[in-house]
């Protein structure tokens, strides 16, 4: 399939406004908040507290839990308690016996919004049950309703658990684990859920008897690839795979790599390091490497590179069923990095993955990764650079989560946009570092619309940014006439241009020439003790029932550490020590 990819090299209907202050090597530093206010034309999101009083209690003790909520119709518990609930109210839990997480989110027009306390149980210390979970289990697309349960007593399923623990992912990584801690000695039924308990598609018999236990989840069948295995490259394995299966894929390069994967629920990935798939002269499919038209596929530790077609839309994947999660990858010197989903399919998650110098703009352009109309992208704790002509990030989601990246163009690069949101839609852009380099083909950074604000939400939030553009001019944000929220708060502005060319609420932004960055030629935006914004932002609040508070910081390379909480927050994308 084909998808408008129209080149856009000037955009002629923004005004460009060039600010009086010098380029990125100089000068004085000065907050140029700038507000601009217009109605939100939508219902207020709901807002949930909820505490536990005591926090900690020994085995067996109680605790209070208070809620409140306002914009809210109702409320449901999940995790270690459930049922609908009050929109506001109490209630006392007994008998806990291991530390447990109680989930409340209420509900109203403006959306939803959840709220979790943890009771932590003393007096067992060294028991337990913990373990590693395998991705292949796990609903990759709502990682709340991923939770292992303990019930008391063997082969039980049913009735209150004695402890609820999230599954949670390891930093940097594709892989997960729960820790059920301080569960008293005694017969245990652990049981997996990744649809928040309604059903266990995993369940085991454990004894605690003074010592932690471990207990894995292991994936419920491996098919493995590589030299000296029964399918020594990735092509042979794609007529054999059985929904739920595995495939491991040794290290190393394969050459000719080309595939269309039609089974549902497959989770492929390398192991040893990543399994590099080079693309032959001539890819028969006239797609791209891989082509993923199963639902539920998840791809881990995988390298694509080399993906050319006569139509000039290669790919190293092609996707085009229903939700994807791409974890820990790196495409690079494609005509498309990826491209899809096709219009309404699902969910799109690509977190700790780099892309790098796919695109071109031969005609119609392609571009490090240009995701389609689907419901939902994700994008996280990944790395995409050097664009050739395209842009650097492109969605037409009808939802967009850009959170914590690394973006740009850096010194050498020639990308057009460095995000670009055609159609609009509701979009969180959180935490990013965002730089537009002295080559670049279209001088806008982020552009929200620019082809008609076709996606039924029209909501954006830029919150907790640090921009950096070494052009000479441009604009940092577009936004297109008829966005109904606009917020842009927090943002650490470096460079010369126009900050926002739209309508939009304004908050708490800065500007600077001097942003004594720990390198900034090196492309470093870290802060220093002398970097401007710290202690002076202000709380970004709740956006369309999402928590617009950042919680990570970017780590380069592809990866995320907690942000900490230091009074005040800071502006830009990290908070100093």
């Not at 399918?231 to 790599?257: K, L, M, R």
């Not at 001539?282 to 038209?293: A, D, L, R």
Request: glycine fraction near 14%.
């Amino acid at each position: 399939m084909s998808f408008p990819m129209p080149r856009i090299k000037t955009l002629l209907l923004i005004p460009v406004l060039v600010l009086a202050f010098a380029g990125c090597g100089g000068g004085g530093g000065a907050p140029a908040p700038t507000v601009n206010t217009q109605p939100p034309g939508s219902p207020l999101a709901p807002t949930v507290s909820l505490s536990a009083a005591p926090d900690t209690v020994a085995p067996g003790g109680s605790t209070l839990l208070t809620w409140s909520s306002s914009n809210a119709s109702g409320c449901n518990a999940t995790g270690a308690w459930s049922g609908g609930k009050a929109t506001s109210g109490s209630q006392t839990i007994n008998s806990i016996v291991a530390t447990s997480t109680y989930n409340l989110t209420c509900n109203g027009s403006g959306g939803s919004t959840t709220r979790s306390a943890t009771v932590n149980v003393t007096g067992a210390a060294g028991t337990g049950v913990n373990g590693a979970v395998d991705s292949s289990l796990l609903n990759r697309h709502q990682e709340s309703a991923n939770l292992v349960y303990a019930f008391a007593g063997f082969n039980i399923t049913s009735g209150t658990p004695v402890a609820t623990g999230s599954v949670t992912q390891n930093t940097g990584g594709c892989t997960f684990r729960y820790d059920l801690a301080g569960l008293p000695d005694g017969s245990y039924t652990v049981a997996l859920t990744k649809d928040g308990g309604s059903t266990f598609p995993r369940t085991t018999n454990v004894t605690v008897s003074g010592a932690p236990v471990v207990q894995n989840f292991a994936a419920a069948n491996v098919i493995q690839v590589g030299s000296g295995r029964t399918y020594p490259h990735p092509n042979q394995v794609v007529g054999v795979v059985q929904s739920g299966d595995v495939v491991e894929i040794d290290a190393g390069t394969y050459t000719d790599t080309e595939s269309t994967w039609t089974t549902n629920n497959l989770t492929v990935r390398g192991v040893g390091g990543r399994a590099h798939l080079v693309a032959p002269a001539s890819i028969s499919n006239g797609k791209g490497i891989w082509v993923t038209q199963g639902a539920n596929m998840a791809v881990e530790n995988i390298e694509f590179s080399g993906a050319a077609v006569p139509n000039l839309n290669g790919a190293g994947i092609r996707a085009e069923g229903q939700d994807l999660a791409i974890c820990g990858s790196y495409f690079h010197d494609n005509e498309n990095g990826i491209l899809g989903a096709i219009a309404g399919n699902g969910n799109v998650l690509i977190e700790y993955s780099e892309f790098a110098r796919n695109g071109h703009c031969n005609g119609a352009c392609a571009h490090n990764m240009y995701i389609g109309n689907t419901d939902r992208f994700t994008l996280r704790y990944s790395y995409s650079h050097h664009a050739h002509s395209g842009h650097t990030v492109k969605s037409r989601a009808k939802e967009n989560y850009i959170l914590y990246n690394r973006i740009m163009d850096e010194a050498d690069g020639n990308s057009s946009y460095i995000i670009d949101l055609p159609n609009g839609g509701l979009s969180y852009i959180v935490g990013n570092l965002l730089q537009q380099g002295p080559n670049n083909e279209n001088s806008t950074i982020l552009t929200y619309g620019e082809e008609g604000l076709t996606n039924p939400n029209r909501m954006l939030y830029v919150v907790n940014n640090t921009f950096v553009n070494d052009y000479v001019s441009g604009t940092f944000i577009f936004i297109a006439g008829g966005s109904n929220t606009a917020t842009v708060r927090n943002n650490l502005f470096i460079g010369n241009g126009t900050l926002v060319s739209g309508a939009a609420t304004q908050v708490s932004n800065l500007t600077t020439n001097a942003p004594n960055f720990v390198n900034i030629g090196a492309f470093d935006y870290r802060p220093t003790a002398t970097t401007p914004g710290q202690n002076v932002g202000t709380a970004p609040g709740i956006g369309s029932g999402f928590d617009l508070m950042p919680v990570y910081h970017y780590i380069h390379p592809t990866n995320r550490e907690a942000r900490p909480v230091n009074g005040t927050i800071d502006i830009g994308a990290y908070e100093f020590p």
